[in-house]
């Protein structure tokens, strides 16, 4: 708290109503010297006091202890602001989990299919053969789950029949019919089944 800036505040709010100190000193009940100390910032009003002068000045106690006015409509237009930054980072943070989720998903589907492929044309039909076949198959079954928790975790789906944005559980997601990052998943609002689509952001 500054307690200058609050002196020179109550000073100027008592100038804007045209009393003086020994006027406002009488509606609160207390000496002018205790007026004049306040404005000089070298005290603060007594916490009983702090509602009347408040009410006497027009001011909120919020006003006085932060020794200016507070504007309602720079308020509003700063928390709006705030709220539009925090937005736009989760649909940044959104964006690069999808850009993972399709890097994981191509690079090991084609590392998969490069695997089989060389496998298939250099060795003998046999155990190693096989052996290559089930492990590659794992390890991308693997990737496809990873590459399925990160989709789960970006963003939203938007359900097609009442436009609520929901996060499916990573179970409904994985069971879930789906064209490329569209799923029919059932909508916990309205409780319809419907193609949801992916979207970054909530509103
Ligand atoms: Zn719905």
Same mark, same amino acid.
């Given at each position: 708290?500054?307690?200058?800036?609050?002196?020179?505040?109550?000073?100027?709010?008592?100038?804007?109503?045209?009393?003086? %100190?020994? %006027?406002? *000193?009488?509606?609160?009940?207390?000496?002018?010297?205790?007026?004049?100390?306040?404005?000089?910032?070298?005290?603060?009003?007594?916490?009983?006091?702090?509602?009347?002068?408040?009410?006497?000045?027009?001011? /909120?106690?919020?006003?006085?202890?932060?020794?200016?006015?507070?504007?309602?409509?720079?308020?509003?237009?700063?928390?709006?602001?705030?709220?539009?930054?925090?937005?736009? %980072?989760?649909?940044?943070?959104? @964006?690069?989990?999808? !850009?993972?989720?399709? !890097?994981?998903?191509?690079?090991?589907?084609?590392?998969?299919?490069?695997?089989?492929?060389?496998?298939?044309? !250099?060795?003998?039909?046999?155990?190693?053969?096989?052996?290559?076949?089930?492990?590659?198959?794992? $390890?991308?079954?693997?990737?496809?789950?990873?590459? $399925?928790?990160?989709?789960?975790?970006?963003?939203?789906?938007?359900?097609?029949?009442?436009?609520?944005?929901?996060?499916?559980?990573?179970?409904?997601? $994985?069971? *879930?019919?789906?064209?490329?990052?569209? @799923?029919?998943?059932?909508?916990?609002?309205?409780?319809?089944?419907?193609?949801?689509?992916?979207?970054? /952001?909530?509103?």
């Amino acid at each position: 708290m500054d307690i200058i800036k609050i002196g020179k505040f109550i000073a100027s709010c008592r100038k804007n109503k045209n009393i003086t %100190q020994e %006027q406002l *000193a009488e509606k609160l009940y207390i000496t002018d010297r205790a007026v004049s100390k306040w404005e000089r910032g070298l005290s603060l009003p007594d916490a009983d006091k702090m509602l009347d002068l408040c009410n006497i000045l027009d001011i /909120s106690v919020n006003e006085l202890l932060n020794g200016e006015k507070i504007n309602m409509k720079d308020y509003e237009k700063k928390t709006e602001e705030l709220l539009v930054e925090l937005a736009k %980072q989760d649909e940044l943070k959104n @964006r690069k989990l999808m !850009t993972a989720m399709w !890097t994981i998903l191509i690079t090991s589907l084609a590392f998969y299919l490069g695997i089989l492929l060389i496998a298939v044309n !250099t060795l003998e039909e046999g155990w190693l053969l096989g052996v290559i076949i089930c492990t590659s198959t794992i $390890l991308l079954l693997i990737a496809g789950f990873i590459a $399925l928790k990160l989709e789960v975790e970006a963003g939203y789906y938007e359900c097609k029949n009442c436009h609520h944005k929901f996060v499916p559980t990573y179970k409904e997601a $994985l069971f *879930a019919m789906h064209m490329s990052t569209t @799923r029919h998943l059932k909508c916990p609002k309205c409780h319809e089944k419907s193609w949801a689509k992916k979207v970054m /952001s909530k509103d």
